[in-house]
């Protein structure tokens, strides 16, 4: 299974994750509709950013009462059965990070989560500094790890 | 909601509140002129005379994001801002990044012009459908940074994005800049200024609808297309790890890199002031994008220690560091970096500030002015300390910075003396930091542009063949490669035809000047493609090209019915006269006769009158001008 990874120390916040989210689900370019966002702080230039984590006892499907939400089997996505929803938005309150939304789209509301596009991220493929990154379940402590280990032997090698 | 192919503009006249809206949906029209800069500047033309002083509140100002802004073209998040300069008194187009014109789009607005006077401080709040003008009294005096942070807290919305001035823009400031998205300035020719006379303190805008695309698949296709040629341009990974300032080592390696106000070609010791030393001294804490673009040219700097603790900013861009650091003598990068915040917040061109700081010291080091007429400041060169606090006093209109808050050509009208001997300006506008004495195309377009002498309307870098792409650019241009060096006047005139109209095409689109003019992955086939798959109105290469040409010819109308001609198509007093210091090749002085006949042979391109340098009414016809004919159905 492989998982979300930022980095928002790489984020430049060009938000083409988010144009290349929206067009991809709805063939238009909208933030709003974006399954992925960007949160800035334009003074100091900070930019994250945020999209589901997949959680493994995800609050989205425990909370959601109309059955309408399931992970996908595959890719690990939480995908929403639109014809079951009732739009309570019990999901949106449960997450806890902020990344399931109610959106609008041709005038009717509908929950957006981040469904990885089956298992191709397009935000992934449009982030030219790998501040998303899609990696094995598995290794992502093990970059961190890598990156730490790094950042200590630079500091290292600078101070001697 | 889907803005293309046709054009929303909004207009908002400040002096009666009024907003009106129109939709233009000929496709003759949008085809002809494309849409931002293009439309923009048709729009002004035939509707504003160019007599109208720009200091009248008629006078307008107009913000006009690319056709293309929004979308997810790579780099197409740039905005052009069109106004009489308050200080050039000609046609001036300034352009601008940031996430500024992306939020007028979603918010359905392609074109906004803004005309009037407010009867107090006021700001322009755009959300959506809704459009007000708001009390700024609160707002008034606050720097870029604080005006930002406050009208964010107004409105409890951290996504509202703004297009504001400083306190150089209130105190009209001839140089003062619009700043958006905080750190990307529309810097040149006092916009900022226009806007303080207009008592228009900003413009912020939230917008939450939808842009779309033509013809999405075929869009999808092309951006890919352009992605792959990104990943192979030789020059866009070093532009993204180091910035702008990549070019500094290899200008000053060619003695190309102006030192005290063009009086030497280059410093010993560059290094300081490039953008490698940016990354290894540890200023550059992140790399910052433009909406849309996956280059991220733009820097995000700090300063943790030393006197200038605690500065952080956008940039330092090479400009900024010419103009502030080398021009002034000094290559102190966290002095160079805290005069850059400062210029950000308080709202100024760092170009123009650097340039009058400049000519001030020349004017202490020949005994024009002395320290005591400056209040006491030490103004010999490479002094980081006078220069910051010349940026506060230029803000401020405090003392000497009142005098060079009016600009250079102004300033030396005062000073008097020899002193406009090394004003390094022409038609009243501080040259960029470029040196035209060993760089022919751009003496050139410097000279014709409709702005006066900087980069920012014609790029011609490829002359130079710093690269693979820029020596083929040239080869197709000319017709060989070996016209791919910079001290030739031959072929400058077809050099400098090609780099004005790509320009002019790429500011329409929204597309970033770099992308076509610099690391040369976007050309103008590329352009039609994209014009053509978001719009559904299908265009060549040669009308995209055409339809720059259409906007250059626009623009020199504009300025001729102001009584410019030939006469004024002129670069700097210094860098006609002076030959430059340590030039690599001989005759580096931008002569009379050379400029002369490079002239002949660009009007000449422009089936323009030789004599007056001003369009005919033949080449009129052809672009398809004819109600610019005189004496012709001009409404």
């Known amino acids: 299974m492989k998982v979300f990874l930022m980095d928002p120390e790489k984020c430049t916040g060009c938000r083409l994750c988010e144009l290349s989210c929206s067009l991809t689900r709805y063939g238009a370019f909208n933030r709003e509709l974006s399954a992925i966002r960007v949160e800035s702080n334009e003074d100091l230039s900070l930019h994250v950013p945020v999209s589901c984590m997949q959680c493994r006892e995800a609050p989205c499907i425990r909370a959601c009462v109309a059955g309408a939400l399931r992970r996908d089997s595959g890719t690990g996505a939480v995908l929403v059965d639109a014809d079951r929803c009732i739009l309570c938005k019990a999901c949106a309150v449960a997450c806890p990070f902020g990344c399931v939304s109610l959106v609008r789209w041709k005038d009717a509301p509908r929950i957006g989560i981040c469904d990885l596009c089956s298992g191709e991220p397009q935000c992934v493929s449009v982030c030219r500094s790998q501040a998303i990154a899609y990696v094995d379940e598995g290794k992502v402590n093990r970059k961190k790890r890598m990156e730490d280990y790094e950042r200590v032997f630079h500091n290292r090698s600078t101070e001697s | 909601m889907s803005f293309v192919p046709s054009i929303r503009m909004v207009s908002v006249d400040l002096s009666t509140g009024q907003v009106s809206r129109r939709l233009i949906e000929d496709r003759e029209i949008l085809g002809k002129f494309l849409g931002g800069r293009g439309y923009a500047t048709w729009s002004l033309l035939k509707t504003v005379d160019p007599h109208l002083d720009a200091d009248n509140p008629e006078s307008p100002i107009v913000f006009a994001p690319g056709v293309l802004t929004g979308t997810s073209a790579p780099s197409s998040g740039r905005t052009s801002v069109i106004f009489k300069s308050p200080v050039t008194r000609r046609f001036f187009k300034t352009n601008v990044g940031g996430h500024f014109g992306a939020q007028l789009k979603f918010a359905g607005i392609d074109l906004l012009v803004v005309k009037g006077r407010a009867l107090r401080p006021s700001f322009l709040l755009i959300r959506d459908d809704s459009v007000e003008i708001r009390d700024a009294s609160h707002l008034w005096g606050m720097d870029v940074r604080e005006t930002n942070r406050l009208v964010r807290e107004e409105l409890d919305d951290p996504e509202v994005q703004l297009a504001c001035i400083g306190p150089a823009g209130e105190n009209r400031v001839a140089f003062a800049s619009i700043q958006a998205s905080i750190y990307n300035s529309a810097g040149r020719g006092g916009g900022g200024a226009l806007m303080g006379g207009k008592n228009l303190k900003a413009i912020a805008v939230t917008g939450t609808g939808d842009v779309q695309v033509a013809r999405p698949e075929q869009f999808r296709d092309v951006v890919r297309r352009l992605w792959k040629k990104m990943s192979q341009a030789s020059g866009v990974q070093p532009l993204s790890d180091y910035g702008t300032s990549v070019g500094i080592e290899p200008t000053n390696a060619i003695h190309a890199f102006p030192v005290k106000n063009f ?251 770099f992308a076509t003019t610099a690391q040369l992955w976007v050309d103008e086939q590329d352009l039609a493609d994209l014009y053509s798959a978001a719009t559904g109105i299908s265009i060549n290469a040669k009308d995209i090209m055409t339809a720059g040409q259409r906007i250059i010819t626009l623009e020199r109308l504009f300025n001729q019915a102001l009584g410019f001609t030939r006469e004024n198509d002129i670069l700097p007093r210094r860098l006609m006269e002076e030959t430059q210091a340590g030039a690599l090749h001989e005759n580096a002085v931008n002569s009379a006769d050379s400029l002369d006949r490079m002239k002949d042979e660009y009007y000449a391109l422009h089936s323009w009158d030789r004599r007056t340098g001003l369009p005919t009414e033949a080449s009129l016809r052809k672009l398809g001008l004819d109600e610019f004919v005189p004496g012709g159905t001009r409404p």
């Open chain 2, 263 to 513: 009086q030497e070609s280059g410093m010993e010791d560059v290094s300081p002031l490039t953008g490698t030393y940016l990354v290894e001294a540890g200023y550059l804490k992140r790399k910052i994008a433009c909406f849309s673009c996956p280059v991220a040219c733009h820097r995000f700097v700090t300063v943790d220690s030393g006197r200038f603790q605690g500065t952080y900013t956008g940039g330092p861009e090479y400009e900024t560091l010419a103009a502030l650091g080398a021009g002034c003598g000094s290559s102190d990068t966290a002095g160079v970096i805290k005069a850059n915040e400062l210029c950000n917040i308080f709202g100024l061109d760092t170009i123009s500030t650097g340039a009058c700081i400049q000519w001030l010291m020349e004017c202490r080091q020949r005994g024009v002015t002395t320290d005591a007429d400056a209040g006491g400041l030490d103004l010999s060169w490479g002094n980081s300390e006078t220069v910051i606090e010349l940026v506060k006093m230029i803000a401020e209109r405090r003392g000497v910075g009142d005098l060079l808050a009016e600009g250079v050509q102004s300033a030396a009208r005062k000073m008097g003396g020899d002193s406009a001997r090394w004003a390094v300006q022409a038609n009243g506008l501080e040259q960029s930091r470029v040196e035209t004495r060993s760089a022919f195309s751009y003496a050139l377009a410097f000279a014709v542009s409709s702005r006066g002498p900087d980069h920012l309307n014609t790029e011609p870098l490829a002359e130079f063949g710093g690269s693979v792409e820029a020596r083929a650019l040239i080869g197709r241009i000319t017709g060989d490669e070996k016209y791919a060096t910079s001290f030739l006047t031959e072929k400058r005139a077809e050099i400098v035809r090609w780099h004005e109209d790509i320009y002019a095409a790429s500011d329409c689109l929204g597309i970033c000047a």
